[in-house]
């Protein structure tokens, strides 16, 4: 006679073995719950929540318009073990809304999409698989993700512990004499609260780039074109040159620039991070072990 059985629970072990190969380490590739049509992955150290560890910090790195996110996870992968971090590497893919576009995440808003929030969402749903506070965290960006970075350091910086801005073909200055995406004129009407440079200028700031990523064929505007608008070009011909006004702008607003040019190095972000990590490792170190406060005699 033959007895038919439940099929057996799920073990501890195998949610325990899941984990293990899904989630910690180079974890797999996970849809947004708050919007599917996003996805990102994650580098999370083994060792998480082992007696002893430090509290884990998040660093985001933010793909460009080739969308190479998890080649940036693999480079971070060591940064994160040895400091104890999560890596998060967003994909914002290619026309989202059917059009084509490439660059909708470079300036945050793309019609009823706020790549802003979706990414906070991310931070907010990695903080809580891994049980950890990532009310804030770093956030380095190259190419398009350097205008990303630009843009969400200057709207959230009080999200930030640190933010390395790499390359951007453009750059949007503190400049009230400019709309937006050029310049801040307009900045409060268009995201609804100003900018808080109080908290801009208490957060560490990178701006890094390669001395010969000097070609222009792509960050040029030209009228008619879909992000074109008077003073698109001012801020210089190449990359360094729009890096460093940049830099100009910042430093104008009060606010502390880090700047890196690198010898030899063309329009290739993996080879700027050895430099972003040594930021950030600064900028770790600072947070983790802030300077004592005096004693009173």
């Not at 808003?109 to 802003?116: F, P, R």
């Not at 906070?120 to 990532?134: I, N, R, S, T, W």
Request: glycine share 10%; with cysteine; aromatic share 10%.
């Amino acid at each position: 006679m033959t007895r038919n059985t439940p099929p057996e629970a799920p073990t501890a072990f195998a949610d325990q073995r899941a984990r293990a190969i899904y989630d910690l380490g180079h974890g797999t590739i996970y849809a947004s719950r708050s919007d599917p049509r996003f996805s990102y992955c994650t580098y999370v150290p083994e060792h998480i929540g082992r007696p002893g560890t430090r509290p884990m910090q998040l660093v985001v790195v933010m793909h460009g318009t080739g969308r190479a996110f998890v080649n940036y996870r693999e480079a971070f992968a060591g940064f994160a073990r040895w400091n104890d971090c999560i890596v998060l590497c967003p994909l914002f893919p290619a026309g989202v809304r059917g059009d084509g576009n490439r660059d909708g995440f470079k300036h945050l808003v793309e019609a009823d999409i706020h790549y802003d929030r979706v990414l906070l969402d991310m931070v907010a749903e990695v903080g809580e698989k891994f049980g950890c506070d990532f009310e804030r965290f770093a956030l380095f960006g190259y190419s398009g993700g350097g205008q990303f970075a630009n843009r969400f350091a200057m709207l959230h910086p009080d999200r930030l512990w640190a933010v390395s801005i790499g390359a951007p073909g453009s750059v949007t200055q503190i400049d009230p004499t400019h709309g937006w995406w050029v310049g801040t004129a307009d900045f409060e009407a268009r995201f609804g609260k100003p900018m808080n440079l109080e908290a801009l200028r208490a957060l560490p700031v990178h701006m890094v780039a390669g001395k010969a990523d000097i070609e222009t064929w792509e960050i040029t505007h030209r009228e008619g074109g879909k992000h074109y608008m008077p003073g698109a070009n001012d801020a210089g011909r190449t990359r360094p040159e729009r890096l460093d006004t940049l830099r100009r702008s910042f430093e104008a607003a009060g606010v502390k620039v880090r700047f890196d040019l690198l010898d030899n190095v063309p329009h290739n972000g993996l080879a700027c991070v050895d430099c972003v990590q040594d930021f950030l490792a600064d900028a770790l170190h600072a947070l983790r072990e802030p300077a004592a406060v005096p004693q009173a005699a």
